[in-house]
């Protein structure tokens, strides 16, 4: 797949087969799209091509600025978007003056006149322009003025989008991992930096690497203890652990933290990023009488992800 970042340097596109959105978390419902353009660019000899957004629109053109709970972030969703069989990437920059353009404009320069479709695959639902005025009617009705055809998504698939991208956010800010993963059609996944913890781990057995997410826009799953797999940015080594999400009411219970303790690894890695890929939820977080009893707990949810990770 190629990405590309720049709409004012695009290649000559090859009979595209466009749709448009922010497709976050890329999970089995939108694949059902992607599949339906590649179906459509076959029978064509056409290409595909994909058209999302940076920032989150909502980001720019909500009221109020708050982080919105995404399932993917940009690089997450170009790594996941290259294992779909599509052919193109373009990402757009998201910015006040775009999103005033008229509906108009939208359609005659920035679709028809930056890539030039042969087929716009979009929801019945779709809204683009200055206060979302454009439509998919608008679309059809300019269909042959331009010279391309637009076909709709099913409004089952896009019901079944909607349901499941909610649905994945609630089970994986309960904790329900399987259920969240079974929807993606992957294992939730995010990155963050290695930064110094208190160092409390280490001295009852269980260092940990205390983690930084890169975008606070990043949905994190809810408090508790997790079977994890760790994958550092230097190699494609992927190593077993467990990670704990939350306040740790046994040392403070102040300030949310994520941990990761990996298991069988003794290296120094602050300052380097870690990919943390979310297999099983454990355990709930639990205030502990002292270090002692959270020290025989953490051998037992050890032993308990290791058994997750055996039993795969």
Avoid: C, W
């Avoid at 009705?141 to 331009?146: D, I």
């Avoid at 040392?251 to 120094?268: A, C, Q």
């Avoid at 602050?270 to 297999?279: F, N, Q, V, W």
């Amino acid at each position: 797949m190629q990405v590309h970042h720049n709409i004012k340097s695009l290649p000559g596109f090859r009979k595209a087969v466009i749709t448009i959105g922010t497709f976050d978390g890329l999970h089995s419902g939108h694949r059902q799209i992607f599949d339906l353009m590649k179906t459509e660019a076959a029978a064509i000899n056409g290409e595909t091509v994909i058209i999302t957004f940076d920032p989150h629109p909502r980001q720019i053109i909500a009221s109020t600025k708050q982080p919105i709970s995404l399932l993917n972030t940009l690089e997450e969703k170009i790594f996941l978007l290259d294992q779909t069989g599509i052919d193109h990437l373009v990402v757009v920059p998201f910015t006040q003056s775009f999103a005033d353009q008229t509906a108009d404009e939208y359609i005659d320069n920035f679709l028809v006149d930056t890539f030039h479709p042969h087929t716009i695959i979009i929801g019945y639902d779709h809204h683009f322009g200055k206060n979302r005025s454009g439509n998919y009617k608008l679309l059809e009705a300019s269909a042959s003025k331009n010279n391309y055809i637009v076909k709709e998504i099913p409004g089952y698939m896009l019901q079944d989008i909607t349901i499941s991208s909610t649905r994945i956010r609630e089970t994986l800010l309960s904790g329900n991992i399987d259920t969240a993963n079974k929807f993606l059609g992957y294992n939730y996944f995010f990155s963050g930096k290695v930064v110094e913890g208190n160092k409390l781990g280490r001295t009852i057995g269980y260092p940990t690497a205390n983690i930084q997410i890169e975008d606070e826009n990043k949905l994190i799953p809810g408090n508790g203890v997790y079977a994890v797999e760790v994958q550092l940015q230097a190699t494609s080594h992927k190593l077993q652990g467990m990670m704990n999400i939350g306040v740790r009411p046994t040392v403070d219970g102040k300030k949310r933290v994520i941990e990761v303790n990996i298991f069988d690894f003794n290296e120094t890695i602050y300052g380097e990023k870690l990919t943390i890929t979310i297999k099983k939820y454990l355990r709930s977080e639990v205030k502990f009488t002292d270090l002692d009893a959270l020290k025989d707990q953490l051998a037992k949810d050890k032993a308990a992800a290791l058994s997750v990770f055996n039993s795969i």
